[in-house]
């Protein structure tokens, strides 16, 4: 644990770090490194924030994920077999 940084940056930094694939994880770990993990209990607004930068994180380690509908013809489209 780092004196000079509090609990919830500490959140934030694991967050941005990729380290984490959850808030559950984020509180893990600030409990681990002996940090108070009710600092990210600070509502909706945080959470989000917090899922916002674990989803960036994980994008940029595995690029983004694409869904099966993005790939999906639409409505009235066909798929070609040929490279049309």
């Given at each position: 644990m780092d004196p000079k940084v509090s609990a919830l940056e500490r959140a934030f930094q694991l967050a941005r770090s990729g380290q984490a694939a959850s808030i559950d994880d984020i509180k893990k770990r600030?409990?681990?490194?002996?940090?108070?993990?009710?600092?990210?209990?600070?509502?909706?607004?945080?959470?989000?924030?917090?899922?916002?930068?674990?989803?960036?994180?994980?994008?940029?380690?595995?690029?983004?994920?694409?869904?099966?509908?993005?790939?999906?013809?639409?409505?009235g489209e066909r798929r070609s077999s040929r490279g049309s």
């Open positions: 600030l409990k681990r490194e002996g940090y108070e993990e009710k600092a990210v209990d600070g509502g909706p607004s945080v959470a989000g924030q917090l899922r916002k930068l674990i989803i960036e994180a994980s994008e940029r380690k595995r690029g983004p994920i694409l869904s099966t509908i993005d790939s999906a013809p639409r409505s």
